[in-house]
């Protein structure tokens, strides 16, 4: 399973970024995008269910949108207003069997290799 990410870069607070993430099949997967800060555990950010359904982590909820489109199997985050603290690097990834429930909670199985966001203030 390849999944690969796009779209990092380097942003001054409050601006945008939309990071994409190619890969097979998305349509029947929970997806989602997870985050690593240096120095800092791996966290959830958001997840997209086969059903289209989304859960956020709490610190991104109205400033993040998860999304996918099918037809060109693709899983996006769009991201608002960042801030200094959402600097990391970020990780899509994908559960392994399709269907099933797809909150937070939901391990994901393959990852991409990730793609770096610096926020300056």
């Known amino acids: 399973v390849q999944l690969v990410e796009s779209g990092g870069g380097s942003v001054q607070a409050g601006g945008s970024l939309r990071l994409s993430c190619a890969a097979h099949n998305v349509r029947p997967y929970c997806m989602g995008w997870y985050r690593q800060a240096a120095g800092e555990e791996r966290e959830e950010v958001a997840h997209?269910?086969?059903?289209?359904?989304?859960t956020y982590e709490d610190s991104v909820k109205d400033r993040f949108t998860i999304s996918k489109d099918i037809a060109k199997n693709m899983i996006y985050l769009q991201m608002d207003r960042l801030r200094p603290e959402d600097t990391a690097q970020y990780y899509c990834?994908?559960?392994?069997?399709?269907?099933?429930?797809?909150?937070?909670?939901?391990?994901?199985?393959?990852w991409g290799q990730g793609t770096l966001v610096t926020v300056s203030s």
């Open positions: 997209i269910g086969w059903d289209e359904s989304t």
């Open positions: 990834a994908k559960a392994k069997w399709p269907g099933g429930p797809c909150g937070l909670d939901r391990v994901l199985e393959d």
